[in-house]
């Protein structure tokens, strides 16, 4: 595994209107584990992704990542260059099993990636790897249950699995918690973690217990700009932050 691309974004400014969601960010990533980034709602944190991902064009500013401009590269084509984004649980099939879920993520992307007159990678290759993910995503046990009958966490991990299918080095994401019940939220992190080791991992999480435990790094913004970055306990202690974001009751760790 590579985990060393390097993602950045440069002067990036995203507008809706006379509204401002980015202004003027600019951000590196690079280094395999997890880059968390908080802030407040309306921060603009999933705007970024967005950004990163290929789903949103900049108004002004540029995506590169290992130092080639991506900022007009479309969504599939970045996936093919190793950044992947988990989706939101209506990704999953919920009446096709675990496995078939793995198994068609992993198909689309074998068919997206090679001229039509080539033999896609055989069933049998893809069958394979299916069975690695459900194991590394802790549902080998579940396999060939409908997804419908997983539970929230089991479900995030399955939707992790589906975007693991396309090999990334960079994995976007966006609140990867929401909706995991509080006796999931551990189980839940020590896959993102796991996960974590050998890739770049953008994290989006608004739970700052789990955040200040896991990351590697922490990018707090506010009103769409970047207004601290360091270890969990730079952040901690930098003044803005705890007067902007976390609240004093941080303000003593
Ligand atoms: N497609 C859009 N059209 C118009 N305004 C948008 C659009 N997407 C986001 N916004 C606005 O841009 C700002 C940033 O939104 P964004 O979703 O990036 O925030 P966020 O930090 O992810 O917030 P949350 O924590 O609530 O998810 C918000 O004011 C939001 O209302
Ligand atoms: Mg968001």
């Known amino acids: 595994m590579t985990g060393a691309a390097a993602l950045a974004c440069e002067a990036v400014t995203v507008r809706f209107g006379a509204l401002i969601a980015l202004d003027k960010v600019s951000l590196n ?6 880059h968390s980034v908080i802030g407040p709602n309306g921060a603009g944190k999933t ?7 290929g789903r949103q064009r900049p108004s002004e500013g540029r995506v590169v990542l290992d130092g080639r401009d991506i900022t007009s590269m479309q969504t599939f084509l970045r996936a093919r260059s190793g ?22 993520a992993a198909q689309a992307r074998a068919f997206r990636l090679q001229p039509f007159w080539r033999r896609v990678q055989g069933y049998q290759a893809l069958a394979d790897q299916a069975e690695r993910v459900a194991i590394d995503i802790g549902l080998q046990g579940w396999k060939d249950a409908p997804a419908e009958q997983l539970s929230h966490g089991d479900q995030r991990a399955l939707e992790l699995g589906i975007t693991l299918m396309t090999e990334p080095t960079i994995l976007l994401l966006d609140e990867p918690l929401a909706g995991v019940g509080e006796h999931e939220i551990d ?33 707090v913004m506010d009103q769409g700009a970047v207004l601290s970055i360091g270890t969990p306990d730079e952040v901690r202690r930098d003044p803005a932050v705890r007067k902007a974001y976390l609240g004093d009751d941080h303000a003593g760790a």
């Not at 990533?29 to 997890?34: A, D, T």
């Not at 705007?47 to 991902?53: A, F, G, M, R, W």
């Not at 950044?83 to 068609?104: A, C, D, H, M, Y």
């Open 47 to 53: 705007t970024l992704i967005n950004v990163l991902s």
């Open 29 to 34: 990533f690079l280094g395999v584990g997890i």
């Open 187 to 219: 189980r839940t992190m020590a896959l993102i973690e796991r996960v974590a080791r050998g890739r770049t991992v953008i994290l989006i999480e608004h739970n700052i217990d789990v955040v200040m435990k896991v990351s590697h790094r922490i990018i």
């Open 83 to 104: 950044i992947g984004r988990s989706f939101q649980i209506t990704k999953i099939f919920p009446t096709l099993s675990v496995f078939e879920n793995l198994r068609l």
